[in-house]
């Protein structure tokens, strides 16, 4: 069965980074989907970035050009680099994985950008 757990969130002032980190355990492979999502509160949870089950990458419109997903040992483990962050990024970040007839995950971390 896969879990993912996330990390790095944290408190940051407006236009700095933070690099979020999520480890998946279990059978992740290159054709699974995984990527990040977010929920600010009142909102509804949004696509971030993803890797796609055919290897491309997506992005939110308000995030191109400032965050970047980026993996490593065979998908295991997913970052999304933040630069720029704006107060509005402000949300609890949860990464996600998913296959055929499945979809987990994590308990999500909190990022605050301060303005």
């Known amino acids: 069965q896969v879990q993912v757990v996330e990390s790095g969130g944290g408190l940051v002032q407006a236009g700095g980074s933070l690099r979020l980190s999520c480890a998946a355990s279990g059978s992740i492979f290159s054709r699974n989907a995984m990527g990040w999502y977010r929920q600010a509160p009142g909102k509804q949870r949004e696509l971030v970035a993803a890797?796609?089950?055919?290897?491309?990458?997506n992005y939110a419109v308000s995030v191109k050009g400032r965050f970047t997903i980026s993996s490593a040992n065979a998908k295991n483990t997913v970052y999304l680099q933040m630069n720029s962050l704006k107060p509005e990024d402000t949300a609890v970040y949860y990464c996600?994985?998913?296959?055929?007839?499945?979809?987990?995950w994590g308990q999500g971390t909190q990022v605050t950008v301060s303005s």
């Open positions: 890797f796609t089950s055919g290897g491309s990458t």
């Open positions: 996600n994985a998913r296959g055929v007839g499945w979809n987990v």
